[in-house]
């Protein structure tokens, strides 16, 4: 065991800040030796415990006169010992008193001795990653994150000299809050306030390199956001931090935009907008903190992301950098449909407006499942904007996979049968949702068009995840217009198209019925069947025995024999006979 711990020590040659091969392979090593480590965890937890603690003791003594990779190890142990005797969730500090109280201590000692003043990258980062992985230690001992607050929020963590460890630090930071927030109402202001400037959107002319990237602001934003929902001030105070926090992403995105409208170069222009798109990104990073509307209502916080979202959606028509723009837009929208919940509807149009002009299959794929979203948690009350959006953007679908492409071209083929997927996916949702009456008032024309993509999709592409979907619609929509009181005319349908569909398919030479995912069309195949026997009764035993079957040359035996399957009321028996 003590083997192990020393070459778990780096050597004097480690290249921290340009690291190659040889670190590479170390790491690697070090890997190896943590589960040595474990296996002899399993052998005598009670002996590790006690050696890493005698170690890690002995090193905290003297931390300030020892070597680097002594300290580092030392820390790096006590973080090991997380995994080699494990805890369910992390509770560490309760159940084997024992060992909960060898951990106490050496935490208590981690955090109060000094250590995490030491001038290296290596220790610095094991001090915050260990605080981090025994964060339920400040549940039991509450009175020591003040000490570990200052630690990250100064030149040791969050301003420390090393991009590597500010990086990594704004990440645990987010992590430590999420989980002792409530511990934390007292420094709530003052931990915004120190974070200020760290919130901050880099405008990509000012020149001067920023403390955190753009990814490592978005745990921070996330953070303050968490602060603030989770606090104990009342309402109009959480909404003034809110506003105190977003506030200056809205100024600065609306002087960005206005000067990405006006710039000409090109590479500016991608700088302007990347800029934009972090903005937005920000926003909604803040928005985790919330896990529903009610929350968002109750901390007064509705109107300040209304007021995002009336800044941002004038990027949606932005002449240049649609593609950014637009899926970073897009992305918020889903968000604040969780948060505002219907408040949102207003802004839907304009912005779905804004998204159909000029787009590519990509910008459909995105925006496709927006809409779904708003379709499916929204049903009834979207019924009216749907119905005015629907052909809209099934034109624009239709307009880009009648595109011709180059044959060879494997990324537009990809693109296309994405946006196959997307768009069969969208009709099976508005189906799904109880909402014929948007598909029914398209007028016949349009219906018959809509209708017919689908049993190509069912048939002629050979696509099972496509297939099974198609097959899902034509069910759900035989049974919503297929009966007496159906859509007139959609009786002539099922007959002439839906029933040859769920016997040609199957026929295809691409349908393979060694695949997983085509054995559930298959089955998808038989419940349209079975649905439409439903519906339409003895009349489609009829048409199959004295009309379609005989057309196909079936003999009178096997047309019996089929007509008396879809009879059964288990549809696996009918799904068996087909795939036999």
């Known amino acids: ?218 745990f921070m934003f996330e953070t ?107 992305s918020f929208l889903h968000r604040m449909i969780i948060c505002l919940e219907e408040e949102v509807l207003p802004f839907v149009p304009a912005a779905s407006e804004h998204m159909l002009k000029d787009c590519e299959a990509k910008d459909l794929q995105e925006f496709i499942p927006l809409i779904s979203q708003i379709t499916a948690k929204f049903k009834g009350q979207v019924s009216p904007f749907l119905q005015q959006v629907f052909m809209p953007l099934v034109a624009a679908i239709f307009e880009i996979l009648a595109r011709p492409a180059e044959e060879n071209d494997q990324t537009a083929a990809l693109e296309k049968q994405m946006l196959r997927r997307s768009y069969f996916t969208f009709i099976q949702t508005i189906a799904s949702s109880g909402m014929n009456e948007v598909m029914a008032s398209q007028g016949a024309e349009n219906i018959e068009r809509v209708l017919f993509t689908i049993i190509q999709g069912a048939v002629d592409f050979p696509d099972p995840i496509a297939q099974k979907t198609c097959f899902i619609i034509l069910s759900k929509l035989v049974e919503l217009w297929g009966g007496k009181d159906g859509m007139v005319g959609f009786p002539d349908f099922v007959y002439k198209h839906i029933v040859p569909a769920c016997f040609l398919a199957p026929l295809k030479p691409t349908f393979d019925l060694t695949d997983a995912q085509t054995i559930l069309t298959l089955s998808e195949c038989a419940l349209t069947l079975k649905m439409i026997h439903i519906k ?13 079957l005989p057309s196909l040359q079936v003999t009178p035996e096997i047309t019996q024999e089929l007509c008396q399957v879809l009879q059964q009321p288990d549809v696996k028996v009918l799904k068996n006979y087909i795939k036999g």
């Not at 200052?150 to 999420?178: E, I, N, T």
């Not at 339409?536 to 009309?547: C, K, M, S």
Request: proline share 4%; with cysteine.
């Open 1 to 218: 065991m003590l083997a192990v711990m020393k070459k778990l020590t780096y050597d004097d040659e480690y290249n921290f800040e340009n690291e190659g091969e040889d670190e590479a392979m170390f790491v690697e090593y070090r890997k190896q030796l943590k589960m040595l480590l474990d296996r002899l965890a399993q052998v005598s937890p009670d002996l590790l415990l006690e050696a890493v603690r005698r170690v890690f003791n002995n090193t905290m003594q003297n931390w300030q006169t020892a070597n680097f990779m002594e300290v580092e190890v030392a820390i790096r142990l006590v973080y090991m010992l997380g995994e080699a005797l494990p805890a369910s969730h992390g509770a560490h500090f309760t159940g084997d008193v024992a060992k909960a109280s060898m951990l106490q201590e050496m935490m208590r000692t981690l955090v109060s001795c000094g250590v995490s003043g030491y001038q290296h990258t290596s220790v610095s980062l094991e001090f915050f990653e260990t605080v981090v992985r025994y964060e339920k230690f400040f549940l039991v001992e509450p009175h020591h994150i003040p000490v570990v607050l200052v630690a990250f929020l100064d030149q040791r963590g969050l301003r420390h000299s090393s991009p590597k460890v500010r990086s990594r630090v704004a990440y645990l930071f987010s992590r430590f809050v999420k989980t002792l927030h409530k511990h934390m109402n007292a420094f709530i202001e003052d931990i915004l306030r120190q974070i200020q400037d760290l919130l901050e959107l880099a405008p990509p002319e000012n020149g001067f390199p920023a403390l955190l990237t753009s990814d490592d602001q978005l």
């Open 224 to 330: 303050a956001g968490i602060l603030i929902v989770h606090g104990d001030s009342a309402a109009e105070r959480k909404q003034g931090l809110m506003r105190s926090l977003l506030g200056p992403l809205m100024d600065a995105f609306r002087l960005l935009l206005d000067k990405l409208s006006r710039e000409t170069e090109e590479e500016r222009q991608a700088a302007l907008a990347d800029c934009l798109s972090h903005a937005v990104g920000f926003a909604s990073r803040t928005s985790k903190a919330f896990s529903n509307k009610q929350t968002v209502k109750q901390c007064g916080c509705a109107e300040v992301y209304r007021d995002c979202l009336q800044t941002f959606l004038p990027a949606l028509g932005c002449p240049v950098q649609r593609g950014p723009l637009r899926s970073s837009v897009r």
């Open 536 to 548: 339409r009764g003895p009349e489609f035993i009829q048409f199959l025995q004295q009309d379609y």
